[in-house]
């Protein structure tokens, strides 16, 4: 699958295609039904498929101090859009300058980059000071030659909305099972393994260090992981997220320790599915007593792991 920026033309064979449009951010139920349409659209008519996307989220624009709230980064993002089956990924080159067209220009952009077709869904807004909805997409599209469809909410067995924020919300309370279901798929933080201080191979648990970057930061504690790996190979584990508060000075990590795997994964870029939340981090009084919780932690992410299905 092409990925595509703003600022580039639009190659040839990608013109006149269907695109859905949104920021799709975790790519959730909600996103997956958005995208899903515009492609049965683009296939039925016998055009390309695009899923659009904002880089940076029109938030880290905005207000640039807003704690980090990243559920995927766009290589995930293109991963799972190919996976959906779309030919290209667009990213808007998110700027004071696209921020600042009004509605009317915007959907000129669209046309002029070869655009036919938009789905979005119901909630989304585009243009300066967000003054487009999707009449106005409709209206301005139907004078220009783009139509424009908008897909209903999904919502969860329950009857509630599945969202972003909704996610956001189980992460930070711990319930990774929630964030999974609404994800359909676990919540993964990507990042290449650092170096770090080495003491959990002096202890008997080494660990695969990932900086957290721009993610999210989910509840701190321990938890149930799956490991993917750019060679295919899916390893069960353990993992600290938070800042180890038995050592000092508190450094925010995530740490997984793989079961029964000793092969070196410096300078790799792994992903880190948080599987099920085992318990927030604590201070122990020394090596024994630490060795003796992580130990406990193993022995019940192995339970928890043997009986969760895989998911990608």
């Excluded at 972003?164 to 189980?170: H, K």
Aim: charged letters at 20%; aromatic letters at 8%.
């Amino acid at each position: 699958m092409e990925r595509l920026h703003s600022s580039d033309p639009i190659p040839a064979h990608l013109r006149g295609c269907i695109m859905a449009l949104g920021n799709f951010d975790g790519f959730h139920a909600g996103h997956q039904a958005v995208a899903g349409r515009a492609i049965d659209c683009a296939r039925a008519q016998g055009r390309p498929a695009i899923i659009a996307t904002f880089d940076p989220h029109p938030m880290r624009l905005f207000r640039p101090d807003t704690p980090w709230f990243r559920l995927t980064t766009l290589d995930q993002r293109e991963r799972l859009f190919a996976r959906a089956g779309a030919d290209a990924m667009l990213v808007f080159d998110f700027t004071r300058n696209l921020a600042s067209l009004d509605p009317e220009a915007f959907v000129r952009l669209l046309v002029d980059w070869g655009v036919a077709g938009v789905v979005t869904g119901q909630d989304f807004t585009f243009g300066k000071d967000r003054a487009g909805s999707i009449e106005t997409l409709a209206r301005l599209g139907a004078t220009m030659g783009l139509s424009a469809e908008a897909v209903a909410p999904v919502t969860d067995a329950g009857g509630d909305i599945i969202s972003s924020t909704r996610i956001r919300g189980a992460l930070t309370s711990g319930d990774c099972e929630t964030a999974t279901r609404l994800l359909t798929r676990p919540f993964a933080i990507e990042g290449v393994v650092q170096h770090g201080d080495k003491l959990g191979r002096t202890i008997g648990f080494p660990t695969a260090n990932v900086d957290l970057g721009h993610f999210l930061r989910p509840a701190y504690g321990i938890y149930a992981v799956r490991g993917l790996l750019p060679d295919g190979r899916v390893l069960d584990g353990a993992a600290n997220l938070g800042i180890r508060p038995t050592f000092d000075p508190p450094k925010e990590l995530l740490e997984p320790h793989f079961f029964d795997f000793a092969e070196s994964l410096y300078n790799q870029r792994i992903e880190v599915q948080l599987i099920h939340y085992l318990r927030s981090e604590a201070k122990f009084d020394g090596l024994d007593a630490l060795m003796a919780a992580i130990a406990k932690d193993c022995d019940d992410a192995r339970q928890i792991l043997a009986g969760t299905p895989h998911l990608a």
